[in-house]
């Protein structure tokens, strides 16, 4: 194993609540602990590669024993590096073979949310996610989303998806723009409280209601959600964070153990956006 008391920490970026939330318990778990943290924000390497790049320069560098990474996949090339470095991965909310993880149940947050509009009696529904390809979590929500409408005879329609590029503010603004010229009704952000918190702030901008012209549900349930009134998917942010440090830990210290999977628990929050 990688010789250090360093732990790599691989976020999207820091203009989302929900890392920093997750990063707070990271780190207060490390401060009880003799382990450092070193922070990777894909965004910020995107002309260098995002996140093929960052996955490089930690198995190059070699200064960290683990690696957690959040809302990323990990592909048999890039955990073959891992391992090559002495470097132990641990996913959450993302996908890899044989690895540490830490997961909500992302399909059943998704259900939850299509069962719960199509009783609402909601239609012209539509339905935000990040990117489906880097990180499986997203796909799982939108699976989840369509059986929840399915069981109510609904179908989400193709041109009623958009997939943000980064998980803030402005991608929610953008969201709202491309929902409103398709009519929806009913929008379920599964990119997150803070594209929804865009995508709610731009509709009211332009004279639209939520939920009365225009219902909102997010993902996360971030600090700001409950006073901001939003209907939302919570998920256990800060128990996943510090699950995540305690499985690097143990990987670290206990290399022989088969690494293990740990999937919390989601829960619909209705307020008064939906």
């Known amino acids: 194993m ?15 609540m929900y890392t920093v939330q997750m990063l707070w318990a990271i780190q207060a778990r490390a401060y009880d602990s003799d382990y450092d943290l070193l922070i990777y924000t894909v965004k910020a390497a995107d002309k260098k590669g995002g996140i093929d790049y960052i996955y490089k320069k930690i198995a190059d560098e070699k200064k960290v024993s683990a690696a957690i990474i959040m809302a ?13 470095a002495g470097i132990v991965p ?20 998704g259900y939850d949310v299509g ?18 390809e880097t990180a499986d979590s ?13 069981e109510k005879g609904i179908e989400l329609l193709d041109h009623m998806q958009f997939q943000v590029e980064e998980y803030n503010y402005k991608s929610g603004k953008e969201a709202f723009r491309y929902m409103f010229m398709n009519e929806a009704r009913a ?4 990119a997150g409280d803070y594209v929804a918190q865009g995508f709610i702030n731009e509709a009211r901008k332009n004279g639209i209601t939520v939920p009365e ?34 499985m690097a830990v143990r990987g670290i210290n ?10 919390m628990r989601t829960e619909l929050v209705v307020r008064k956006t939906a």
């Not at 069962?115 to 489906?132: D, E």
């Not at 206990?254 to 999937?263: A, C, I």
Request: proline content about 3%; some cysteine; overall charge neutral.
């Open 2 to 16: 990688a010789a250090t008391k360093n732990i790599a920490i691989v976020v999207p970026s820091l203009r989302n």
């Open 72 to 84: 990323f996949n990990l592909n048999d090339e890039h955990k073959a590096l891992m391992e090559k």
């Open 90 to 109: 641990v996913m959450v909310e993302g996908k890899s073979n044989n690895t540490y993880k830490v997961l909500s149940d992302s399909e059943k947050g």
């Open 115 to 132: 069962k719960y509009m199509a009783q609402c009696g909601y239609t012209n529904i539509g339905f935000i996610s990040g990117n489906k």
């Open 138 to 150: 997203q796909r799982e929500r939108l699976e989840g989303f369509k059986r929840g409408l399915k």
């Open 187 to 190: 929008v379920f952000v599964a």
């Open 213 to 246: 012209r225009i219902a909102v549900i997010g993902y996360d349930d971030v600090e700001a959600s409950g006073e901001q009134e939003l209907t939302t998917v919570r998920q256990p942010i800060e128990e996943m964070g510090k699950q995540a440090f305690e």
């Open 254 to 263: 206990e290399p022989w153990t088969q690494p293990y999977e740990k999937v």
